[in-house]
């Protein structure tokens, strides 16, 4: 049973615009998120955390928002440039799982010029 | 600072064939990670080692996958025999431990090891 859902498996966005990637997870327990990026051919690169104490974390042109409540996050890329193209991951833990990571199926960004 | 590396990038074996998978995680990391991705689908967490110790092993498919990792540096899985449903990327990843258990940190990944099982 996946803990950390990403319904949307590609999302097309013109350059300059805003990309929106969404995850939802079921675990109440999870209390960290991550979102990595992969190229083809490559591990995932870490891109940017929440602590569920935390509803906003922003570092440059990505934020991520976390809605506990609704058990949703979404990664925010504004402006999206044409180097953003990748796979994007959820990913969720909670300290009484002993950290392991729970990823979601990833979304395919493309960043169109 | 070198990542996390993996050794092979690639391997195509027979089903039956044992093969190995080694993981060099980043010096200083005690956790070591290793995860699974079967084509389209999610990573998945195969186990967990704190040092040498093994954390969590819940993600192990089966008794065919053994993973050790002496002295708490580098990491193997090694699977044996090896079964068509075995192939995937796996993927090795390394983290801090944080001084306080409740409070996480991210990992560092691998490129991964191709495993293709004919």
């Known amino acids: 049973d996946q803990q950390v859902k990403q319904n949307s498996p590609s999302l097309s966005v013109q350059e300059g615009r805003i990309s929106i990637l969404n995850c939802d997870y079921t675990?109440?327990?999870?209390?960290?998120f991550l979102w990595y990026k992969k190229y083809p051919a490559e591990g995932p690169t870490f891109l940017i955390s929440?602590?569920?104490?935390?509803d906003k974390n922003e570092d440059g042109r990505f934020t991520v928002f976390l809605n506990k409540s609704a058990k949703h996050l979404s990664l925010h890329i504004v402006p999206s440039q044409p180097g953003d193209s990748a796979v994007y991951f959820c990913?969720?833990?909670?300290?009484?799982?002993?950290?392991?990571?729970?990823f979601g199926t990833g979304t395919s960004l493309t960043v169109i010029p | 600072e070198a990542g996390v590396t993996q050794f092979p990038s690639h391997s195509v074996i027979e089903k039956g064939q044992t093969v190995t998978l080694r993981c060099d995680p980043i010096?200083?990391?005690?956790?070591l990670y290793w995860y699974r991705r079967v084509m389209g689908k999610e990573i998945k967490f195969l186990l967990h080692?704190?040092?040498?110790?093994?954390?969590?092993e819940s993600g192990m498919p089966n008794n065919r996958f053994l993973a050790e990792r002496t002295g708490g540096t580098y990491s193997t899985l090694k699977v044996q025999p090896a079964e068509l449903e075995d192939s995937g990327v796996y993927f090795c990843?390394?983290?801090?431990?944080?001084?306080?258990?409740?409070?996480?940190?991210?990992?560092?990944f691998g490129q991964g090891t191709r495993l293709t099982v004919v």
């Open positions: 990843a390394s983290s801090q431990r944080s001084r306080d258990y409740y409070v996480n940190t991210e990992a560092f």
């Open positions: 675990n109440s327990m999870f209390d960290y």
């Open positions: 929440i602590s569920s104490i935390k």
């Open positions: 990913a969720a833990s909670a300290y009484n799982t002993g950290n392991q990571f729970y």
């Open positions: 010096s200083g990391h005690d956790n």
């Open positions: 080692f704190v040092k040498e110790s093994k954390q969590d």
